[in-house]
């Protein structure tokens, strides 16, 4: 299994501004995810991060709102922009494994204020 | 459209009982399932997984039950531990498809010593 980590692990922000959330794998991967938590909901697929090419969003979720980086195979970033109330939300990356199972990271928790 | 619903959102059973989740999915076109156990201020875990060819896996106290025709899989724990205690996902794919993971919206079980 591969050993996630996720900066920060909690933010308050204002809304308006914008968050960048970090996410460090310890062995190189080639399917990256961000996970969108909100409060009392399932996990929802944001995007896909792709190593070399840009990121694969998923309905609903567009890359002005969302950017994401993916410069390596270890590592990507997740930009929460202009924010407002509603991204309040628990923010995960993850990576794929065979067979199709993924291992997460602990998690983001933004509240926007 | 909830494609995977966990229909209890919580559950509390004594230490040493049995422990029955329950999954409901309508996409037929799934057809591999995990369980993913998640902690307060902690990233999903991977629990257990079952392929659409099998209707019984099992792992130590941890055994999933796949119905297709029902569109219905269940978790049993057996026997229950007060570190049982979380939040269980229920999550589907189809394996020839797109392999993204479809959450529920997780069952919070509570196992009392």
């Known amino acids: 299994s591969a050993v996630i980590s996720q900066k920060p692990s909690r933010d308050i922000c204002q809304r308006g501004t914008s968050l960048t959330i970090q996410c460090q794998v310890d062995s190189q991967v080639t399917m990256m995810f961000w996970y969108r938590q909100q409060p009392g909901q399932s996990l929802t697929l944001i995007a896909t991060?792709?190593?070399?090419?840009?990121?694969?969003?998923e309905s609903g979720f567009v890359i002005d709102k969302f950017p994401i980086s993916r410069p390596n195979l270890t590592f990507s970033t997740l930009t929460v922009s202009n924010m407002s109330p509603e991204d309040s939300s628990i923010y995960l990356c993850?990576?794929?494994?065979?067979?199709?199972?993924?291992?997460f990271g602990p998690g983001t928790r933004l509240t926007v204020t | 459209d909830q494609q995977v619903k966990q229909n209890s959102p919580s559950l509390s059973v004594q230490e040493g009982r049995i422990s029955i989740l329950n999954c409901d999915y309508t996409?037929?076109?799934?057809?591999?399932f995990l369980w993913y156990k998640k902690y307060p201020a902690e990233g999903p875990t991977f629990l257990i997984s079952?392929?659409?060819?099998?209707d019984k896996n099992e792992d130590g106290r941890f055994t999933v039950f796949l119905n297709k025709s029902a569109k219905h899989l269940s978790l049993h724990i057996v026997p229950s531990q007060p570190g049982d205690s979380a939040v269980y996902f229920c999550?589907?794919?189809?394996?020839?498809?797109?392999?993204?993971?479809?959450f529920g919206k997780g069952t919070k079980l509570t196992v009392n010593p």
């Open positions: 079952i392929s659409s060819i099998k």
């Open positions: 996409n037929s076109m799934f057809d591999y």
């Open positions: 999550a589907a794919t189809d394996q020839g498809g797109s392999e993204k993971l479809v």
């Open positions: 991060a792709n190593q070399g090419s840009e990121a694969t969003y």
């Open positions: 993850s990576v794929g494994h065979i067979p199709l199972e993924q291992y």
